[in-house]
Structures are given as C-alpha cells and as structure tokens.
C-alpha cells in the first residue's frame, strides 16, 4: 500500500511514515482536533527511488563537504533533477489520487506536507528543512508528493544530516496530504518555554495562514501564559504587515497586506487562548514532554495542526547577566526584539541583505539579517549571535540558533537599518536586548554541555539511597539520557527497534534473515549499553500489541483482536513463538559475550511463576546462565502482584512496576477511552495496597523493587515508593532532576523523622 491514513497511524510508525505523520497519527488517536488526512509511506518512497533505478546516484551526488557551500548547491540541484523528473509509477499515482478523492468532492483543497522519518525527534528537530505546500489539488498533487520527497534532499537537509550523523541513504521520508484548515489567524505553541523549560505556554498569532509565523515573514503576536492559573502574564501586539491567504480565484497561497484596522490589532480573543491553553495541556499531557504546536483557528474552532517536541530546552544554562558590567546609565541598549535562543555574545556586526553576503561572516561575528534562511546555516554555526528584523519563536532563526547554541534576538523590527556593518555589540538571548559595545565580564563564560560529565541541569545531583534511574525509548536519546546522571535505565523498550523496522518481526526475519535481525537488535541496545556504562541498563522484550504489529509489513498476518491491550503480546507472544523470542535472546548473549555486562534482561506482562519459568528456560536455552545475569519481571498484572512469591521463587533479581497497564487492570480503565480516562488514578488506594504489598514480599525475599511506568515522575508516587522502601524509580528523561531532589527530600525527612 502507497498510503496510509492518519486515524490508523502512530508513534510507533515512525520509520514507515515519519515524525510528522506519527505525530499527527497520535494527536488524532488522543481526541484531539487534527484536520483529517493520509500519508504517502516512506516505504513508497523509497521504492520509487530503488525500482528507477536513481538511488545509487543520489547518494552519491549528496557525498559532499557540506562546509563547501558551492559543493552542497550542487548536490542539492542534482538530487531534486534526479527525483522530480524520474516518473512516478501509475499504480502509486492511482493510489494517491484514489485516497485524494475520498476526502470529499475532488476539488478539496489539501496541504501537502513532508514527513521524514529523521524528523521531530526528541534529540533533534530537523524543523523546516522539507517542503509544505499548502492549497493544493488533484491536478498538483502527485507533482507536489515528488518535490517533497526532493526536498529531503535541500542544502539545510543534506547539511544538518552531516552535522547530527544520519546517513543519507538510512533516512526515508513520507508525505502528509491533509484537508486545508483556511485559517482565519493561526500561529505555533509552546507547552513550555522553548529556551528555559519554565511551566509557561507561550503563544505566538497571527492573520492568515501560519506559514507567515513559521517561516519568520511576520513578527507575531506573543502571549505568555502561566500554566497553572491560565494567566496572560505578558502579552505583546506586534505590528503585523503582511499575512500568508488562499487567493479566491487560483486556490494558491498568496502574500498580502494586512488591512490597516488588523496590523495593530489583537490577534487572539480570551476564548481563544483559553481553549488553546486548553488544548496544549493535553497535548504535553499525551506525549509527557513539552511540545511545539502548531494551530489554526477557523470558523471559530481552533485546529491542532502538527506537534514536535521541544528539542532545544536548555538546563544547564549559566546566569551569565551576573557577569555583565553594569556601570553604565542603560544609554547603551540599541534594540529589543524576542529572547529566542538563550547566551550572551559580543561581536562585529554583519549585516546580511544577500546570500552573497555569507562569505563576509567570520567567526565570532554577529548575524544582522531581515530573516535567516536554510541557506544560512552554515554562516549561522560561525556567528556568536544572530539578530533578525523579524521572526518568533518557531522562526528559521529561533530554532537553528537554539539547535546550535547561538543567542539569538528575533523581531526586533529595524536591526538591519538600526546597526552598522562592523559595528560591536552585545546580544543577550535571553532578555532579548542588544546592546552598544562589548559584554565586560570576570572570567570566560563556560558554555552549557561543554562538561560532557556533569548531568543534564544547574542542580547538582543529590546523593540518595534510593536509586534514580532514567526511561529510554530510542537509542538515539541515549546520550542525552545518560548526562542526566542517573543511576542507569530502568526501562529500554526494545520494541521500539522492532517497529522501526518496518516489518513485523516474523516478515523482517523472512525477508533478510535470522541474522540481520540479531544485529539490528544489538546495535540498538549497544548504543544506550556504551553510552551508560558501567551503569546497568534494564532492557524489556518484546511488548507490542497486535494493533501496532498490523501496521508493518506483515501485519495482515497478526491476530485482529478487539481488545489488543489484553491480548496476544508480552511474555505471551513471546513463549507462544520461541524462536523469536530466541532471537532476542541470542542478541543478548552476545552483547554479554561482547563485554557488555552492564545488561539486564526485564519479561513483560507475566502472569505467575509458570510463565516465568518458561522463559529462563529459553534464557538458558541460547547459552545465557540464569545466575550469572541479571534478570527480572514486569509486574503489570493484580495476578502477578498477589504471586510475587512463586515468581521470586523462579530465581528473579528483580520486579518492575508498569503502572500504565497495573493502573488499567486494576480499576478496569481503558485509559485511552475518552469517557473513562478521568478514573484512571496510579495513586488510587487499591493501586498503592498491590504495589505496597508486593515491595513488601520482595523485601523479605532480598529481591530489588522498582518502578518504570509514567507515575515514576509523579512527586506523590516517589514519596510512598520511597516510604515504603522501594529500590530504584526509573523516570522520563527530562525528569530525573526533579524525582533526584523528590528523593533526597523524602529520605532527609525519614531520616530526620527517625532521630526525633
């Protein structure tokens, strides 16, 4: 199948339809309101390239040193002339036009947006390399489908890859073709503040299309909201010139100006922010990390249009105003624009009109451009600071400068008539200022992350009993995971490297073999393995519900069952297929063999010591010894808890809790059912009796309690987990600094308690 449609994808397809469409796939499965749409697959891509036979040329006309800016024009050129008139199949043209069609009338106008599957991740955001065409219909549209593919191939992309090490030829990308919202006023949302992490959500709108906000054509409207009370703490009304319109007689998308009575007008009404505070919550709520949102609003209801996590939120940042001399009257404050990448840096001016004018820019010079472009980024990487005439926070500039750590000022209006070519000045990232001469400091500013030993945040790590460990859910998160300083990983889903596969496991081994599949396991977990170690990394077999198995290739051979949460997966799957399951085993084993000792074996959704039998005896069936590695069980189920003892009994190291599903059995809530998630509770008494219960029976028996699930990071959940005596609280990344601080003061008052 050439596409697949958003209501039937998820976070799990990632490697089939990209981070767009994954995540547009999950913003719809939570209820929330996303236009309605289909992806063409990154599969359907890559198919296209390989059957012309174009695929070998195109990586290699993209093996360039993308520092060369002549070198990397070149290879852009020669891979969109490669791909744009290559013809595209007649069947996959069929069945693009087919889905099209059924979307209404065959006159709907569509978005049609690229979704690559190195894109949105939580490491790197890759924003704004692809290309969105917006207002788009049948005529156009297989054409627009090949310039998005292209387009994984623009000179920003090809140079980004380079820098952050995605192999060209590893990266597919997707295409999202989508209903048009006809936006009234539109714009981007931050759950948090995209530089510090506050609990703030800002808003940026304006008129029209939000293209005109993401591309940095327009300074918008910016709101600062308090998260808990719902507050506008700051709001300001930018004057908005121009706005992105469907023009009425060609469909396409026009630039205009804004009418007089609009450009100083409030872009947002009070209903409007509430619901989008509304809606932001429960995004950030869904994916259980900050995100950047972008809306529309049209006909009075307000759109989710795509959602990204926020990759750029920097703990570790220094106080570097401490060290400003602060001498002078203020008389030198030139410009003030939008914080937007936070530093403060001192250089020469160098003001960027052309693309020409990007050899000028030397090391440690400041960037003074209306709006940067893909273009730029190299130049950028050079700059100590950039500073634009316009643009907000989810400008070109704001996230490449956040992504390389450069401060930046956004919007502020004049800069490039205001400043002198040459001329020195200090921007500060953070207070949005740009000041006349110099920055005076004591000492050299240490730059955030240059330590790559200190743990992710300002705080220094408190000293607990009671052990922190981080979750990991892709290898690639696993660097950022470990400079948290946490004390391992209590849970690396090993399904995750499955899915992204593209083919349940069974099909992926038909198709290439036992063999590749083996070591596509262990690069996978050798990647967080090296980057913990020594620290112990707890890794869970396989664990996916047939529903995200029928999404891959192979999948119409996976049961259709109604309820797929208490069906045919974990443990079950595994016993009931002991050759896959060996597979994974037999990765293990030679990680371990491999000098890997730092590896933990976790067995998902066991129901008593039987099935836990069963599976040590596959352990020792490849050639692992039960008693020289560690190895445990998830306690997911009330009958696993209430028989603790006769799976402690089957020689266990350890018990997890997975308080997602233990949560769900216990009080029989679907939690991903609209109209009962409100009753789901992980602190519900009888969820705290089980998990109280079982800490208990392992305490007596010398055997480690932990826990990995999502309530891990709940302040509540830490403080009877540590009362009780648990072992280790393994939390989301962006997390353990708090449950550190949770856990050294819960301990401080046991102790403190103790002596009274």
């Known amino acids: 199948m050439a596409v697949a449609w958003l209501e039937d994808v998820r976070s799990t397809d990632l490697g089939t339809v990209g981070g767009k469409a994954a995540s547009l796939g999950e913003l719809t499965e939570a209820g929330l309101p996303v236009p309605p749409g289909f992806v063409v697959t990154a599969g359907t891509y890559r198919t ?67 979704s690559a599957t190195a894109e949105d991740l939580p490491d790197a955001s890759f924003a704004g390399q692809q290309e969105t065409f917006l207002n788009v219909t049948e005529d156009d549209l297989v054409d627009r489908v090949q310039e998005c593919w292209a387009s994984l191939f623009s000179q920003r992309a090809i140079y980004y890859r380079n820098q952050k090490g995605f192999p060209h030829d590893e990266v597919d990308i997707a295409v999202v073709v989508q209903t048009m919202v006809d936006a009234e006023k539109s714009g981007v949302m931050f759950t948090s503040h995209p530089s510090t992490g506050d609990p703030r959500i800002i808003i940026e709108a304006a008129w029209g299309l939000g293209e005109a906000v993401v591309s940095g054509a327009v300074s918008p409207d910016n709101y600062v909201v308090d998260r808990t009370t719902g507050e506008v703490e700051t709001m300001t009304v930018a004057t908005k010139k121009l706005m992105h319109v469907k023009d009425d007689e060609t469909g396409e998308t026009v630039e205009r100006e804004v009418p007089e009575d609009k450009r100083d007008q409030q872009v947002l009404t009070q209903a409007e922010i509430d619901r989008l505070i509304e809606l932001g919550k429960k995004v950030e709520d869904h994916y259980g990390e900050p995100q950047d949102v972008e809306w529309a609003v049209a006909g009075g209801e307000v759109y989710m249009l795509q959602s990204r996590p926020i990759t750029t939120i920097d703990d570790g940042a220094t106080e570097a105003e401490d060290d400003v001399d602060e001498s002078d009257d203020g ?194 977990v050798r990647t967080v393995a090296e980057a913990f170690y020594p620290r112990p990394v707890r890794v869970r077999t396989l664990d996916a519900p047939t529903d995200e198995f029928r999404q891959l290739e192979g999948g119409e051979d996976e049961p259709d069952e109604h309820n797929p949460m208490l069906g045919y997966r974990g443990i079950r799957r595994s016993l009931d297929r002991p050759e896959v ?108 009796d089980i998990m109280g219960d079982t800490i208990d029976a392992c305490r007596a028996a010398g055997v480690d309690t932990s826990i990995c699930g999502q309530a891990g990071s709940h302040p509540k959940m830490v403080d009877f987990l540590v009362r009780k005596g648990i072992t280790s609280i393994s939390a989301n990344i962006d997390a353990v600094a708090d449950v550190f601080e949770e856990v050294d003061r819960v301990e401080s008052r046991l102790i403190l308690d103790s002596v009274r």
């Open 48 to 114: 296209f390239i390989e059957e012309a036979g174009i695929d070998e040329e195109l990586f290699s006309a993209v093996d360039v040193d993308s520092e060369d800016s002549e070198a990397l024009e070149a290879a852009h050129e020669r891979a969109h002339e490669l791909i744009v008139e290559t013809e595209v199949p007649e069947d996959v043209r069929a069945e693009i036009v087919e889905a099209y069609r059924s979307m209404g009338d065959g006159e709907t106008f569509v978005a049609v947006r690229s």
């Open 331 to 524: 008389d030198d404050h030139l410009l003030s624009g939008l914080g937007a990448s936070p530093g403060i840096a001192s250089g020469a001016v160098r003001i960027v009109t052309k693309l020409d004018h990007l050899d000028q820019v030397s090391e440690g010079d400041v960037i003074v451009t209306e709006m940067t472009m893909p273009d730029m980024v190299p130049a950028m990487k050079r700059a100590a600071a950039i500073v634009t005439d316009e643009g907000g926070m989810t400008s070109h500039a704001a996230i490449v400068s956040r992504e390389l750590g450069v401060p930046a000022v956004v919007g502020c209006g004049g800069a490039t008539r205001t400043l002198e070519d040459g001329q020195i000045v200090t921007v500060d990232g953070e207070m949005g200022t740009v000041r006349e001469g110099a920055v005076a400091t004591d000492e050299p500013a240490v730059e955030p992350g240059t330590d790559d030993d200190a743990p992710v945040g300002s705080r220094p790590k408190p000293i607990t009993a009671t052990e922190v460990k981080v979750n990991v859910s892709i290898p690639d998160a696993a660097e950022r995971a470990a400079k948290t300083g946490a004390d391992g990983v209590g849970l690396l889903r090993i399904e995750h490297l499955v899915l992204s596969l593209g083919k349940t496991p069974e099909r992926y081994i038909a198709d290439e073999g036992s063999e590749a599949y083996v070591k596509e396991l262990m690069s996978g």
């Open 581 to 688: 399951f060996e597979h994974e085993l037999e990765a293990f084993k030679r990680l371990y063999e491999q000098g890997y000792e730092n590896l933990e074996i976790m067995f998902p959704l066991v129901t008593d010591g039987s099935d836990v039998a069963a599976a040590r005896e596959h352990m020792e069936a490849v050639g692992i010894d039960p008693q020289k590695r560690d190895w445990g069980v998830m306690i997911e189920t009330p009958a696993s808890a209430m028989g603790v003892e006769d799976i402690v009994d089957e020689g266990v190291d350890f018990v997890s809790f997975g308080t997602n599903d233990l949560t769900q059995y216990v009080l029989a809530v679907d939690r991903n059912n609209e109209h009962v998630s409100d009753r789901f509770d992980e602190l519900h008494p009888a969820v705290l």
